[in-house]
């Protein structure tokens, strides 16, 4: 059997086509390999949130003994679950090479506006709640209370201030919040939609 014109024209014309395809729906292929790559992640990692809980933990151990030391547990139990339970599988989520991605998830800063706007985005673009402006159960908005919360952390790590009883409060609150409440949303959100659940 020769090759003919006919199929080369054929074979050109299912090329355009499959390249049109793509095109057309690069976003949603990406999109979905990203989720699939975040989902991958977590189950991987089911003990991505121990350090975070630990910290938690300290928190409310030391409360009754020093509500600073409550107060900057608290606020890392904050910072690791929002850098290493939903920042570092976004990132990556959006790295094709693993060894790449641990390192890109190492650099980034948290505290960083341009960080928090790019993790504002990816939630906002897969779907999940705008962060900035859920609230948490004492009414105050996560974002606007974990600026708040760092504040005073900062205060009593690099001034030497003590945190209030409120203070400290409001930062458990937080820390309680990310980790039971947000950390699982998201997590659940992209193994779910990888197993077809939802």
């Known amino acids: 059997m020769s090759y003919t014109l006919e199929d080369a024209e054929r074979e050109a014309g299912e090329e355009r086509l499959i390249s049109q395809v793509l095109e057309d729906h690069r976003d949603v292929i990406v999109a979905e390999f990203v989720e699939d790559r975040l989902a991958s992640y977590y189950e991987e990692h089911p003990d991505l949130s121990l350090p975070a809980e ?68 990816i939630m906002d673009e897969v779907g999940l709640p705008n962060i900035k402006e859920q609230k948490l159960p004492n009414g105050h908005s996560i974002w606007k209370e974990k600026n708040i919360i760092q504040d005073v ?46």
Do not use: C
């Open 54 to 121: 630990q910290a938690l933990a300290r928190a409310r151990k030391t409360f009754d003994v020093s509500y600073s030391a409550s107060l900057v547990f608290a606020f890392s139990s904050t910072e690791i679950a929002i850098q290493d339970l939903l920042l570092k599988p976004v990132v990556v989520g959006l790295t094709h090479n693993p060894d790449l991605s641990d390192l890109m998830a190492a650099l980034i800063d948290i505290r960083s506006r341009q960080t928090e706007k790019f993790l504002l985005y």
């Open 153 to 198: 952390r900062n205060k009593v790590l690099h001034r030497g201030t003590s945190a209030s009883k409120e203070e400290t409060e409001r930062a458990l609150v937080l820390g309680e919040y990310v980790l039971h409440e947000l950390y699982p949303t998201v997590r659940d959100h992209f193994t779910y939609r990888s197993t077809g659940w939802i």
